[in-house]
């Protein structure tokens, strides 16, 4: 697969809309490390199509039609919620190389991370990729367009959260408010019997910046998040390209300690201002909730599935392993590999 970003809105008029979109590169973090950019023709588009949502497995663009896979972990049984699943293929680790490599090449060209962030073979290599769902959009030759990740742990708690790697939990004033923001979270998606998870590695290729497809991938995470019995998720979203305020326009919202939104802070990891975020999945904006319930219907049934089975971890991906889990234990501004969601 070869190597090619999200949501962006009328948030004031056209003139920065088009801006926004000239300027992205994507990689840029909105669901960690994501562009979101969409146009109001894109959000226009879908609003005219939801009678097709429910029938459809690929979307039309200028450019082509993209085919979306959903990835599952190993230890998770995909049958359980899908109708279509199908066992990895034999070089079982390829599609997630090929998922970090797609990432890495963005999130480095946006200036996110640099290259000594990067594996040799240019990867962004999370060790949490094995552990999660992926959503991928493919073209007709087999390029990744587009992926997301869905990292539900199986015992949360928030030192294992990005947030708690984050600058702003870093920061003395804010250190408490944000572990209580998260483990609220966390103790409500178990009271609600809900999972608990983290949505990062988005990213999105130019190639279908301006299609449908750019909101079907917001829109399908909330539907996933609901086939996987409910979630209440979090995420590191930038505020680079509006990215974050997109967002809640989806259904997202700022996380909150005792009716006070954390503020947005600066990560000097990545080089740019950052928010922490909460989502529902049974809550998306009204607007779209329609489409979402389509979208979930139509991916129980006819979604492509790839069931993941455990890796025998390679000496490199035990040494980056023993790298991150090092590089937990240092200072925020002496990480060198992304180890957030960012």
Not at 62 to 70: E, N, P
Not at 74 to 103: C, T
Not at 131 to 146: A, Q, T
Not at 203 to 227: D, G, K
């Amino acid at each position: 697969m070869t190597l090619s970003a999200l949501v962006n809105s009328a948030l004031v008029n056209s003139a920065l809309v088009n801006s926004a979109i000239g300027n992205s590169a994507i990689g840029n973090c909105a669901i960690g490390n994501c562009a979101m950019l969409a146009t109001p023709m894109v959000e226009s588009r879908m609003a005219n199509s939801s009678n097709e949502v429910g029938s459809r497995s690929e979307t039309e663009s200028s450019k082509g039609r993209y085919k979306q896979v959903l990835v599952a972990p190993a230890g998770w049984d995909a049958n359980r919620y899908f109708a279509n699943v199908m066992p990895a293929p034999p070089k079982r680790s390829a599609i997630i190389d090929d998922l970090q490599r797609f990432r890495g090449s963005f999130y480095h060209a946006d200036g996110a991370l640099q290259e000594s962030d990067l594996t040799p073979d240019g990867r962004h290599y999370q060790a949490i990729d094995h552990k999660s769902w992926h959503l991928l959009s493919l073209d007709d030759s087999e390029n990744i367009m587009s992926c997301v990740r869905y990292y539900a742990p199986e015992n949360p708690e928030f030192e294992g959260t990005s947030a708690a790697k984050s600058s702003l939990a870093a920061a003395p004033a804010w250190t408490v408010k944000v572990r209580t923001a998260i483990e609220q979270s966390i103790q409500s998606a178990q009271t609600r019997g809900m999972r608990f998870a983290e949505l990062g590695g988005w990213c999105v290729s130019v190639n279908c910046r301006n299609s449908r497809e750019v909101l079907r991938t917001v829109l399908s995470m909330f539907a996933l998040s609901e086939i996987l019995g409910g979630t209440v998720g979090i995420s590191t979203a930038t505020k680079r390209h509006a990215s974050s305020e997109i967002l809640r326009r989806l259904g997202g919202s700022t996380l909150k300690v005792s009716g006070t939104e954390l503020p947005s802070y600066f990560e000097p990891l990545y080089s740019c201002e950052m928010e922490l975020l909460k989502f529902d999945s049974s809550q998306p904006a009204p607007k779209y909730a329609n489409q979402v319930a389509a979208y979930r219907l139509q991916m129980e049934s006819r979604l492509e599935v790839v069931q993941m089975t455990y890796p025998e971890e390679s000496l490199t991906e035990s040494l980056l392993s023993l790298s991150l889990t090092l590089d937990a234990h240092q200072p925020t501004d002496q990480l060198q590999l992304a180890s957030s969601n960012c």
